[in-house]
């Protein structure tokens, strides 16, 4: 069995989607296994429907003139999807009636983009001759926590999906599954986090022991940087899984930072492929990786980040000072990025506002507490990084060049990153310029 996921500009248009069903057309010998996102754009309409409800306003025809319009394209009758459509003002109405946008009614309603794709996905394929059925993946066996706009799948998930999704393989059928979403134990509907659809896919792929995780986007791969700001990327062919999920966390949009985990467990190779060009062979990403390759390899980038700097120059070096800062970030549910130190001071970054107030105050008793909004985290990921300091002494050159200042550096132990801190405003700049500089020399 194979898991093909497509994200959501593969299911957005009608091009794209004709595509789709060539490229699952094709493949009906490898017994496919289809995870479907919401049609591009249709989360953040259903994000912002929801807030609109939390003010009183309900309104889901954007939506639903979306949808329909995909559908219609393919001579759809709009009925499939009136249940999700109903079930969509349903949850707008229950948001509007309390006036709570809690991300449990925000799960909720976010949840319908993939239910509403799965279904035209299904029938499109069905229209085409294939044998598809649509699933929820909760009806399959994805059961989560109830840590409600980031659950985590129960560990019984496993042997569910794998009983679910075979059934219907075994069948002759082509299961579209809905990416993103889960449901608890209780039947609440979750969401697995923005970008999630990669990661039910992982999961869905683990459960059924798949020979290979295909994730279908917009670009030949993973690339040497986003293309869309550096527009000289090009596709990294081979990638270890350890490169892969620095490039994930580090800001690589294209897999979501948590895809990679439950594969490599399994040692499930997962290829990232391009719906435009399904001949391109993309980028393979194996536990082992391209043994060969040396030198930098990627640069990721993440806008937004804030970094939060403790001063103290009474308490640094006392013993058990930095498992204080960390265990109030702990407490506070904070994810910590970077970290670096002097004998005076700590300094780190954060990409989520969430907990940080409350962190932030109670790391005031320690000492003098700032906090640094709009940066730009660069990562540099690179092969033997500590066997040769030329790229190093390159990226420093090249942000002196351009006159960038860059603070927070931090080299990962494991020596296949190196992390710097821009401000926003030359972000974008920044990894153009590194991507120029460090790439033409190996081309
Ligand atoms: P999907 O909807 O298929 O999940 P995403 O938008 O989540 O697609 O991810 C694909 C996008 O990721 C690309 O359009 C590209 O702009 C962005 N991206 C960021 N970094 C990289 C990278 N290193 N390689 C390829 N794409 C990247
Ligand atoms: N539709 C969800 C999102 O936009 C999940 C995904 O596309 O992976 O975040
Ligand atoms: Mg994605």
């Not at 730009?376 to 030329?390: N, S, Y």
């Amino acid at each position: 069995m194979r898991v093909m996921k497509f994200g959501g500009t593969s299911v957005g248009d009608p091009t794209r989607i004709a595509n789709l069903c060539d490229i699952v057309s094709r493949s009906l010998p490898r017994r496919p296994v289809v995870v479907v996102s919401a049609a591009s754009k249709v989360t953040d309409m259903l994000l912002t429907a929801a807030r609109h409800a939390k003010e009183g306003r309900v309104d889901a025809s954007p939506i639903e003139a979306r949808v329909t319009a995909l559908l219609s394209a393919f001579d759809l009758d709009p009925a499939i999807v009136q249940r999700e459509l109903a079930g969509l003002r349903a949850a707008l109405e229950a948001i509007a009636a309390r006036g709570d946008g809690s991300l449990e009614l925000l799960d909720a309603v976010a949840s319908f983009g993939e239910r509403i794709s799965a279904r035209g996905i299904a029938a499109t394929l069905r229209k085409r001759g294939v044998d598809a059925v649509h699933a929820d993946a909760f009806d399959l066996g994805m059961l989560t926590d109830a840590n409600f706009g980031g659950a985590e799948p129960l560990l019984e998930s496993g042997d569910l999906l794998r009983a679910g999704v075979t059934a219907l393989v075994d069948e002759g059928k082509v299961p579209v599954v809905t990416g993103f979403i889960g449901r608890t134990l209780d039947g609440r509907v979750t969401t697995l986090g923005r970008g999630g659809s990669d990661y039910s896919a992982a999961i869905v792929g683990a459960a059924i022991h798949a020979d290979e995780i295909e994730i279908w986007t917009d670009v030949p791969g993973v690339m040497s940087a986003d293309p869309r700001v550096a527009p000289d990327a090009r596709t990294i062919p081979v990638l270890s899984f350890h490169e892969a999920a620095e490039l994930a966390y580090f800001g690589a949009k294209v897999l979501h930072p948590k895809t990679i985990h439950p594969a490599v467990k399994r040692g499930i190779p997962v290829r990232v492929k391009n719906t435009f060009e399904p001949e391109h062979p993309g980028t393979v990403i194996t536990a082992e990786g391209d043994r060969e390759a040396r030198g930098v390899r990627a640069l990721a980038h993440k806008r937004g980040i804030r970094s939060v700097n403790v001063v103290s120059t009474r308490m640094l070096l006392a013993h058990g000072f930095l498992a204080k800062i960390f265990e109030v970030f702990a407490r506070h549910r904070v994810v910590v990025d970077l970290v670096s130190t002097s004998e005076v001071s700590v300094s780190c970054t954060v990409d989520r506002e969430d907990g940080l107030d409350g962190a932030v105050r109670e790391l005031r008793t320690y000492g003098e507490v700032t906090v640094t909004a709009d940066h730009t985290l660069v990562c540099v990921i690179a092969a033997g990084l500590l066997d040769d300091p030329k790229p190093c002494a390159r990226i420093f050159a090249v942000l002196a060049e351009e006159n960038i200042p860059a603070q927070l550096l931090s080299m990962g132990a494991s020596a296949i990153n190196l992390s710097l801190l821009v401000p926003d405003a030359h972000g974008e700049r920044a990894v153009r310029s590194l991507h120029r500089a460090l790439f033409s020399e190996h081309s």
